[in-house]
């Protein structure tokens, strides 16, 4: 296999507070191919912040260490705030999880997409509104001209999702970093727009990190999985062979799941196990 | 439907409206049905279905409604008196957002109880914290100092204050992570038995309506599509369109069924 899209090797990302320092992230290592990696955890394993520090938005206090950060044959950690600029929406592009602080209460829907690529591409404006319009209709939104010309607050929340996705889209971006991007969605919209991601992967390969707590989703929809506890991945596996899983974190995880296909008379809950903290984590790189 | 004797809630062509004019809304479309006593029933849909606005009707916090809700035979008018409350309470979906920000863990469960006047208040809220399965250390904390999974304990332990009979449930796991869902939907399992309590729960989550309840109603645009029980939904025998489609995505991504997916208005 060539090298992987992004390689990232001892990443820590940690904040220091009054009292202690937070060790948000603690020595990951893993690569994203043209392939679709679920890294999956609760809140606070530090998914999020991972996927923060490879777009670089880790803002001091905060301090993001690592031995390796490699995306494309560039290095990550050596690039000037005006470099990563360039990189960052335009070849990796991130999907934040809450379309109500992420999209700009003042601008329409549409002048902030065509914006995301003109910012990044030499297009006209009436190019940009034109490929904005068939961005949004992409991500399946019935009345794009309408929805073009409307303000973030006049849209249902599974739309401004819809939104931000067609707005990382536009620029067509190597690399997508998605965080919780369908969790707003009802379920039928939900695949409906992981569909337009999937054919995005296998059509063009792009590389997807697709952060989530759904187990179930990332099993069914992804090519491989990590699994992060406390800040550390506690184990990688094929999304295929999730529900073989071996630590007793990602085995706790999957029997908490209530089911439909079968009635089970009491869940499980986790015991967590002080260890899990302490013992190493696991590299999760594919090269 | 006959109103029987064992029939804890009976809703009639239910009709919920807000707004007025062209901006009016109908969240909800000639909604009848009736839970048993020490029956888990569960309304699933997706958002924008009405689900919520049946149990807030029913609460008495959606006013504009039309149509018959009754609870244990008698029915409700359109102001809900101090007896309904002691009868029916509700857990929302938002634990962050429920409880008041600046009342402690025992103001909030003690005011219902001053409200209505019960006696030993002082007992019940140690009693109701143990039976949440917090400790009494847990009594002069505030909201911000509790997890998730805490301050959706409370939300619960609050509404057992006036020892209801019937639960409203909200989603009231669906702003937490999955073991902590888990550690909820146990606590409202064993609650329900040692109280014989009646549910009636709200969720989008196809597989805790199936987890927690006995019968089920699916909504879309208002209306009720199908009425069935968790059987026959696990047998995978639903009849109505809808319903077979939820079931399908509720169940994880398959590329090929996403083309298949229908619009049902």
Known sequence: MSAPLLEVEGLSVRFPTRNRVVEAVRNISFSVGREKVGIVGESGSGKTMTGRAVLGLIRPPGIVEARKMQFDGTDLLALSEREYRSIRGNRIAMVMQDPKFSLNPVMTVGRQIAEAYQVHTAASRSEARLRTLEMLEAVRIRDPERVFGAYPHEVSGGMGQRIMIAMMLIPDPDLLIADEPTSALDVTVQMQVLAIVDDLVSQRGMGLMFVSHDLNLVASFCDRVIIMYAGQIVETCKASELHKAQHPYTRGLLASLPRVDQPIPRLSTLTRDEAWKTEPGVDARIL | ?????????????????????????????????????????????????????????????????????????????????????????????????????????????????????????????????????????FRFRYPHQLSGGQRQRVAIARALMLEPKILLLDEPTSALDVSVQAEILNLLQRLKAEHKLTYVLVSHDLSVIAHMCDRMAVMNAGRVVEEMTVDQLRRAEPSHNYTRQLLKASLGYDRAAVDALETFD
């Open chain 2, 1 to 137: 439907m006959p109103a029987s004797s064992d029939t804890a809630l009976l809703i009639e062509h239910l009709d919920v409206r807000f707004g007025k004019h062209e901006d009016e809304v109908h969240a909800v479309r000639d909604v009848s049905l009736s839970v048993r006593r020490g029956e888990s029933f569960g309304l699933v849909g997706e958002s924008g279905s009405g689900k919520s606005t049946v149990l807030r009707a029913i609460a008495g916090l959606a006013r504009d409604w039309t149509g018959r809700i009754s609870v244990d035979g008698d029915d409700l008018g359109p102001k809900r008196t101090k007896a309904f409350y002691e009868t029916v309470q509700m857990v929302f979906q938002d634990p962050y957002g429920s409880l008041h920000p600046r009342h402690t863990v025992d103001r909030t469960l003690s005011e219902p109880g001053r409200i209505h006047e019960v006696e030993n208040i002082d007992e019940r809220v140690n009693e109701l914290l143990r039976d949440v399965g917090l400790g009494p250390e």
